[in-house]
């Protein structure tokens, strides 16, 4: 009977021009969490009815049939449910009561362009936090704690002392300082203090955990001496070892003030890089919410990367390969070398080159593999996590290698080690023989 019943009305429906369907037809898209109950009306879509229509050709008085009150539940559109479920997949599916399997974020049409755009990272997590990769989480975590272990054990100790006793060289003998002890002056301090900075990655595989604003403090001060070693690095190319340099450089050879004019350029690039990098952080509004930490943090937009790798490994790769063309040229010119202390710069400013290079070349790539993640929506893996880490204490080592470089090739340097057992020798005879004089004198 309710089988007939419910035809009629249809049949009636037909009539006046509106479409019948039935409840379980409006929410059927909604899944198993929304199930109509067993008595509830059908719902009615009312169509764009002409005038005619309304005033009363159908129906037994003149009037257009009532819909029902009872609103039509419907399934939201894609850009609905990025309104309403802001975040991941992930997060959506849980509150929809579906859980992805999978760790990757795609956004939908309606997303693209909108609030789940590039800009926002909200969305973004470590893998070793969300993974359910257990054993890969594992071994990628003993990789990160042993290879810290390594540095804060090995590295950091012996880039402090060699750091310290260049430092304590140069400015001992600071009334005799040329062009190059300056701007390996200048290299010296900043690795120091890239030293200092990197004690914050000691507790890996747990990360920092601090407040936006000192995170980007952190950011700030790491990029400061990110582009300032390459910055110096490439005065150095350019004003030591090319037999003609340029105009704007040749000043950077002339006694211990010469070099003060290059190195307060570069130092002024490197500050207006590092404040270019970290306004593309993307916390300014959240300055006194907590975060995890690292020196380039995980929720920075990918535009991040981007200037930081243009700015501190692309530009410099062009500049030093236009170095290379002009010393080719000059050598093939046989030009006559300048009076100035390129001797001494041929075997320590090629060595911190090279070495800083090959650092930076995995930092790099490590960067930017991160940063295609990012415009991806992929989280990534744990051993993504793993290469960024490892390519983090890459870039901290060059500040230990640089000071080696600089003690070992540098002369001054050398020769200041170099005495350091006769100075050592010199103050035990003076120490045995002011305690033999004390000893001899009560005897007496």
Avoid at 48 to 76: F, I, V, W
Avoid at 293 to 302: K, Y
Avoid at 398 to 418: D, I, M, N, Q, Y
């Amino acid at each position: 009977m309710g089988l007939r019943t419910l035809r009629g009305a249809r049949k009636r429906a037909g009539a006046w021009g509106v479409t019948v369907s039935m409840t379980q037809d409006c929410v059927g898209q909604l899944g198993p969490a929304v199930s109509p109950g067993p008595r509830r009306p059908p719902c009615v879509h009312m169509h764009n009815l002409g005038d005619g229509q309304r005033r009363g050709r159908h129906g037994p008085r003149g009037r257009p049939p009532t819909p029902s009150r009872e609103p039509c539940l419907l399934a939201p559109s894609p850009a609905q449910s990025s309104r309403l479920f802001p975040g991941s997949s992930d997060q959506r599916g849980a509150v929809s009561g579906r859980r992805s399997p999978s760790l990757r974020a795609r956004p939908s049409a309606g997303q693209v362009g909108g609030e789940m755009c590039a800009h926002n990272m909200s969305w973004i997590r470590y893998p070793s936090r969300v993974s359910t990769d257990v054993e890969a989480v594992i071994a990628a975590q003993s990789a990160v704690s042993r290879c810290t272990l390594v540095y804060a054990v090995l590295f950091v100790p012996v880039s402090l002392a060699a750091g310290l006793f260049n430092l304590a060289t140069f400015l001992r003998g600071r009334a005799r300082l040329g062009g190059l002890d300056v701007c390996l002056l200048d290299l010296t301090a900043t690795g120091l203090l890239a030293t200092l900075l990197s004690l914050a990655a000691i507790g890996r595989p747990d990360y920092l955990a601090t407040t936006n604003l000192g995170c980007a403090v952190l950011s700030l001060l790491s990029n400061a001496c990110y582009f300032n070693a390459q910055y110096v690095q490439l005065v150095l190319l350019f004003a030591f070892l090319l037999r003609r340099p340029p105009p704007c450089l040749r000043a950077a050879a002339q006694g211990p003030r010469g070099p003060a004019a290059s190195l307060a350029a570069a130092g002024g690039c490197a500050v207006c890089s590092s404040l270019g990098a970290v306004a593309l952080l993307g916390t300014s509004g959240e300055l006194d919410h907590t975060t995890l930490c690292q020196a380039d943090p995980l929720t920075a937009w990918p535009e991040y990367e981007m200037v930081k790798v243009s700015l501190g490994f692309g530009l410099a790769l062009v500049l030093q390969l236009a170095f290379l063309v002009l010393l080719g040229v000059q050598r093939a010119r046989r030009a006559a070398p300048a009076q100035r202390d390129a001797a001494s710069a041929c075997p320590v400013v090629p060595a911190i080159v090279l070495t800083t290079f090959a650092c930076r070349l995995f930092y790099n790539v490590a960067l930017v593999r991160r940063a295609r993640l990012k415009l991806q929506r992929d989280i990534g893996s744990p051993g993504d996590e793993l290469l960024m880490n490892l390519a983090e204490l890459a870039l901290f080592g060059e500040s230990c290698v640089g000071s080696l470089a600089t003690l070992f090739l540098h002369k001054p340097c050398r020769l200041a080690l170099r005495s350091v057992p006769a100075r050592l020798c010199q103050s035990c005879r003076r120490g045995a023989a002011g305690t033999s004089f004390a000893l001899n004198g009560v005897g007496g």
